[in-house]
Nanobody, 120 residues
Framework: EVQLVESGGGLVQVGGSLRLSCAAS????????IGWIRQAPGKEREGVSCISTRDGSTDYADSVKGRFTISRDNAKNTVYLQMNSLNPEDTAVYLC?????????????WGQGTQVTVSS
């Protein structure tokens, strides 16, 4: 069975940092682009970041450029999202996603999500 299990979320002060992890299993991890989306109540779902399986190239939403960094470790079937300089607008449920499409424009698999809350 396909599994994408996120961890690392929590409550953090404005300006703080968190590192999210996503452990994948049940599919060919090396064949998929992996990314993160976020969802906050009453707001549209937002694509946060995506990393290519082909060349390691990355994509970021304008709202997180310069603050977030995505990476993957194929040997561990794990993807990471390092989040720095957090602000209240980053508060959301963050979901790990897997996609056969560039920039994760269409999602094939996704996890249950982990809550990130940034206090004012």
């Amino acid at each position: 069975e396909v599994q994408l299990v996120e961890s690392g979320g929590g409550l953090v002060q404005v300006g703080g940092s968190l590192r999210l992890s996503c452990a994948a299993s049940g599919f060919a991890f090396d064949d998929y682009n992996i990314g993160w989306i976020r969802q906050a109540p009453g707001k549209e779902r937002e694509g946060v970041s995506c990393i290519s399986t082909r060349d390691g190239s990355t994509d970021y939403a304008d709202s997180v450029k310069g603050r977030f960094t995505i990476s993957r470790d194929n040997a561990k079937n794990t993807v990471y999202l390092q989040m720095n300089s957090l602000n209240p607008e980053d508060t959301a449920v963050y979901l790990c996603v897997a996609s056969r499409f560039s920039a994760c424009v269409q999602l094939n698999f996704w996890g249950q999500g982990t809550q990130v809350t940034v206090s004012s």
